[in-house]
Nanobody
Framework: QVQLVESGGGLVQAGASLRLSCAGSGRTFSSYTMGWFRQAPGKEREFVADIRWSGSPTVYADSVKGRFTISRDNAKNTVFLQMNSLKPEDTAVYYC?????????????????WGKGTLVTVSS
């Protein structure tokens, strides 16, 4: 049974940093694209970033480009999201996702594996 478990969320002030982690289990995620989505209160879920098995290329939403960095540790089946210069509009539940292949999540969100999410709250 495949599981994705997020951690690292919390309450921070604007301008601060957080690092989210997502640990996968139940299989080896070789050849899988892994990434992050978020859903703010009252809004639809939106793509944040993704990364290929090899670590490249990475794809980012325009709203986080230059502030967020996605990376992965394949030996540990773990993907990370380093979030810097956080803004109140980054407040959301952040979800980890995984899918076989190299297609970006930005182009297609037909994704079979999801975590339960971790809450990030950024105060002004």
């Amino acid at each position: 049974q495949v599981q994705l478990v997020e951690s690292g969320g919390g309450l921070v002030q604007a301008g601060a940093s957080l690092r989210l982690s997502c640990a996968g289990s139940g299989r080896t995620f070789s050849s899988y694209t892994m990434g992050w989505f978020r859903q703010a209160p009252g809004k639809e879920r939106e793509f944040v970033a993704d990364i290929r098995w090899s670590g490249s290329p990475t794809v980012y939403a325009d709203s986080v480009k230059g502030r967020f960095t996605i990376s992965r540790d394949n030996a540990k089946n773990t993907v990370f999201l380093q979030m810097n210069s956080l803004k109140p509009e980054d407040t959301a539940v952040y979800y980890c996702a995984a899918r076989s292949g190299s297609m970006s999540f930005r182009n297609s969100n037909d994704i079979p594996y999801w975590g339960k999410g971790t809450l990030v709250t950024v105060s002004s």
